[in-house]
């Protein structure tokens, strides 16, 4: 599922799948039918296909820059879940039209961490802590705890972590701090919406609890992207909190408490 492979099998979806209907392993194909789903249910501010935008931006080697406007223009014709189709039976994946680019970046990991999680299982562990980056889930509890202690970052990077309690479940955190540029005093990141081809604004963290870490990571996008004020109202029943650029914290009654942890800034977590 890596772009920054070439003989990666997401790689070779994105180069031939506008042309015919591509055959995928089942795991590809399971990502790609979750990312679409999520997408459809939050009406494109999650979108697999952003990966024009995100090429015209230069997220994805870091090679930043600002895009001109008919850049994104151009971009944005070949951007939309609705151009992609799926066939369950044969287990293929095609584009509606050319340019179409497929970036799996916002679920593939979390998608990665219930691999590694189901790994263990199938080895009798029931007790663990996987993690990579911002993606987390948690299974059974630590030695003489009734929960996994878990740390979130501060977005201001002050050493003022909050620290939730978490059981049988993962959680995901995507913020506009961990890949972004700044050109004349405006800093850009690397959470495109999709339906504007700009990067989102107003809110520079998004943290998302959800049974799977797959679940966790596209939805932690996908409300940052769409807003609290939206998310409040269309999917108050999940369990998010929203750090906004004035600083204000906003968590929907599904998140658990957040205790403040002192720490040095920049010390990473465990």
């Not at 501060?154 to 890949?179: H, M």
Request: hydrophobic content about 40%.
């Amino acid at each position: 599922m890596s772009l920054h492979r070439a003989d990666s099998e997401l790689t070779a979806l994105n180069s031939h799948a506008s042309k015919k209907p591509i055959s995928v392993s089942s795991d590809l194909f399971r990502v790609v039918e979750s990312a679409l789903a999520i997408a459809a249910a939050t009406d494109g501010s999650f979108d697999p296909t952003v990966g024009p935008l995100i090429q015209r931006w230069g997220f994805l080697w870091k090679e930043h820059r600002l895009p001109e406007p008919a850049e994104l223009s151009a971009a944005l014709k070949s951007v939309g879940y609705r151009f992609v189709k799926l066939e369950a039976r044969n287990r293929t994946v095609s584009f509606a039209c050319d340019g179409v680019v497929f970036d799996l970046n916002g679920i593939a990991k979390g998608f990665a961490v219930d691999c590694a999680v189901a790994k263990l299982q199938a080895f009798g562990i029931s007790n663990a802590m996987v993690r990579a980056g911002g993606d987390l889930r948690v299974i059974g509890t630590p030695p003489d705890q009734n929960a996994w202690s878990v740390q979130i970052e501060d977005p201001a990077r002050r050493g003022k972590r909050g620290v939730i309690q978490l059981r049988d479940a993962a959680v995901s955190t995507s913020g506009s701090y961990e890949n972004s540029f700044e050109i004349d005093g405006q800093r850009y990141s690397h959470i495109l919406d999709p339906r504007t081809g700009f990067p989102a604004r107003g809110v520079v963290a998004c943290s998302v609890i959800a049974k799977t870490c797959m679940q966790s990571d596209a939805w932690a996008t996908a409300l940052f992207v769409h807003g609290p004020e939206k998310s409040t109202t269309e999917f108050g029943d999940l369990a998010f909190r929203f750090v906004l650029e004035s600083g204000q914290v906003l968590t929907s009654q599904a998140f658990p408490s957040v205790n403040e942890l002192l720490t040095s800034p920049h010390v990473p977590k465990p």
